[in-house]
């Protein structure tokens, strides 16, 4: 047979920068794609993914406090320049190397979003490099994919802002399932904070601890509303029965409790998601992600289905910059950018809003 | 007691079999237990929903809505025998038939509930078949001919059940 007279396309690479700062860690990102046969019209984009640096400073404020957004937004402030420059030595590369810059546009708080567009929008003009805004979410889908190599998994998304069962249909992300009021990590956040838990390094690593050594269930309210779960009154019903009862149940119980109960409500509405779209895998992303018992909740639901959990570990579950550079580097390649009239922030942008080109 | 069980389907929460009782066809609907749980959450949960799902049938019996009729309840076993109905499913009866839909049932008194299971059933056609939301519309107008009394206040809480919590865009 002939060979085909088709010229083979030439290699392509996208080097990308991630800033993310929509909650109280403040990320730097660089990722390398490399598309062997140059990127393909109409297949989508699997290239791969070189991690060339991904660096992290947290805010974490005293025990019994949440953090605010003007601290968090002034912590961003302080050290986003020392941390761009540990990401270029980590990767090797300068500015010059940059195809895009890439940075969170929401959803988050709104005072630490502007501070690191503000940023991103300076380095653009300053190097006269593309901005990509990408969403936060989207950013933690698509390097929870890149790392596992999962498929098409069903995606529960769990953090300190958000709490989102996602599938993924028709260039979209679909939500099929979402808190109706706070989300898990925030509930989670909330309590440690009547126990006094530390901050350090984050309020859900400790309740997890405490759970660890717990044993007795106590009995709290179970809601979930069809694909929705809701989790405000849950946080009230323990705080409760944690100040006006201290006697009756050791933190310990309390933390157990309330992590087999919640969690047991997640994994029910992502099992109705996975036999509803007829999927076997499912992908944990998000900070409250890291915690090992909801993995393993969710994997023995995943294996009684003949199926599988797939998750990351603490550098890209929990909010980083180079889910940003992953994210905003595959919408690059299918030629998307921000102008700079547009590089605003917003603090509600839901999953299912984002065109998702670079999938088929 | 019971004869040899088939299992007809398995979905999230249980099991479906064909088998008989003293000759009579019946489904047999199982809960299983799941691992993942607390066993007291587990038995919780799995009890408290087989005898919704059994007062829920014998109400719309009583009520004179077409379900199938509750033959037997084995709590130990957490089982539910329902009378069997020969013919399509509903899932296959939306695939075979795009002009027209039928309408699910309602317990609950409240608003509420009515407009949240709604909402459910929405999403649950939107993501099975997408391109659905005529078929659901009209699902809407048969809930709306049927229920003149309580439809237009649970359409209206159903406006509010879609728009709910976090479910507002980014100009909201």
Sequence with gaps: MPESNKTKALPKTIIALGLEGSANKLGVGIVKHIYVDGIPDDAELVPEVVELANVRDTYNPPAGEGFLPRDVAAHHRSVIVPLLKKAFEEAKVT??????????????????????????RTLSQLWQIPLVGVNHCVGHIEMGRAITGAQNPVVLYVSGGNTQVIAYSQQTYRIFGETLDIA??????????????PNDPSPGYNIEQYAKRGSKFIELPYTVKGMDVSFSGILSFIEKIAKTEPEKHTPEDLCYSLQENMFAMLVEITERAMAHIGSNEVLVVGGVGCNVRLQEMMGQMAEERGGKVFATDMRYCIDNGIMIAQAGALAFAR????????SWITQRFRTDQVHVEWRT | MTSEQVLLRQGAEARVYKTEISGRPVVAKQRFSKTYRHP?????????????????LKRCLDNGILVPQVVRVDKDASTLFIEYIEGQTLKEWILGNDDEAKESDQISAMAEDKAVDL?????AFISTHPNSEKLFALVLEAYKAENTDVASAVLKRLEDVRQRGRKRDMTG
């Design chain 2, 119 to 123: 909402y459910v059933l929405e999403r």
């Design chain 1, 95 to 120: 500015h010059k190397d940059l195809d895009c810059i890439c940075y969170t546009k929401g959803p988050g708080m709104g005072a630490p979003l502007q501070s690191v567009a503000l940023v991103a």
């Design chain 2, 40 to 56: 007291d959450l587990d038995r919780k949960l799995t009890r408290g929903r087989m005898n919704q799902e059994a007062r829920s």
């Design chain 1, 335 to 342: 030629g998307f950018t921000t102008p700079i009239d547009d």
């Design chain 1, 184 to 197: 898990i990590g925030n509930c989670l956040d909330r309590f440690a904070r009547v126990l006094k838990l």
